[in-house]
Antibody
Framework: EVQLVESGGGLVQPGGSLRLSCAAS????????MSWVRQAPGKGLEWVST????????YYADSVKGRFTISRDNYKNTLYLQMNSLRAEDTAVYYC?????????WGQGTLVTVSS | QSALTQPVSVSGSPGQSITISCTGTSSDVGDYNFVSWYQQHPGKVPKLMIY???DRPSGVSNRFSGSKSGNTASLTISGLQAEDEADYYC??????????FGGGTKLTVL
């Protein structure tokens, strides 16, 4: 059974940094593209970033480009999202997802709140 | 990175059928058969209902079906039930190698 467990969320001040983790199990992690998706309170789903299985190809939404970095450790079966220069508008539940384009699996999400 | 276009809200009575549309462009919906539909109840994780335009994950009721014509995909729910009341989101793979979502549709069961 595919399991994705996010962690690392919390309260951070504007301009601060946070690193999210997504621990994966139940599948061959290195074979799959992984993504982060977020949902601001009361808003819709927003794709944030995608990373290929090898870790070579990365893609970012314009709203986070230059501030967020996606990475993975295929030995630890873990996906990461390093978030720098955080803004109030980054406040959201962040979900990691396996194979987002097709038969996706999602984690339970972790809440990031950017506020002073 | 514009969102796919969905109606803000739709409604129907129990037992009826409803259809939610999802309009994109030739760079996303029109170019790939990688359209998915999610159901989200308040405070819950989005649940995959349809993937690859027409396929249902195991455990999803066959009352849910998907289709596509040109740049527009559709989700049809037949035999509407009270538990179907939720927000629904479409998504599509794009020529730029990422996924975009629709703005979401609130389904009300009258």
């Amino acid at each position: 059974e595919v399991q994705l467990v996010e962690s690392g969320g919390g309260l951070v001040q504007p301009g601060g940094s946070l690193r999210l983790s997504c621990a994966a199990s139940g599948f061959i992690f290195s074979s799959y593209t992984m993504s982060w998706v977020r949902q601001a309170p009361g808003k819709g789903l927003e794709w944030v970033s995608t990373l290929s299985g090898s870790g070579v190809s990365t893609y970012y939404a314009d709203s986070v480009k230059g501030r967020f970095t996606i990475s993975r450790d295929n030995y630890k079966n873990t996906l990461y999202l390093q978030m720098n220069s955080l803004r109030a508008e980054d406040t959201a539940v962040y979900y990691c997802a396996k194979d987002l384009a097709t038969r996706a699996n999602w984690g339970q999400g972790t809440l990031v709140t950017v506020s002073s | 990175q514009s969102a796919l276009t969905q109606p803000v809200s739709v409604s129907g009575s129990p037992g009826q059928s409803i259809t939610i549309s999802c309009t994109g462009t030739s760079s996303d919906v029109g170019d790939y058969n990688f359209v998915s539909w999610y159901q989200q109840h308040p405070g819950k994780v989005p649940k995959l209902m349809i993937y690859d335009v027409t396929d249902r994950p195991s455990g999803v009721s066959n009352r849910f079906s998907g289709s596509k014509s040109g740049n527009t995909a559709s989700l049809t729910i037949s035999g509407l039930q009270a538990e179907d009341e939720a927000d629904y989101y479409c998504s599509s793979y794009t020529t730029s190698s990422y996924v975009i979502f629709g703005g979401g549709t609130k389904l009300t069961v009258l």
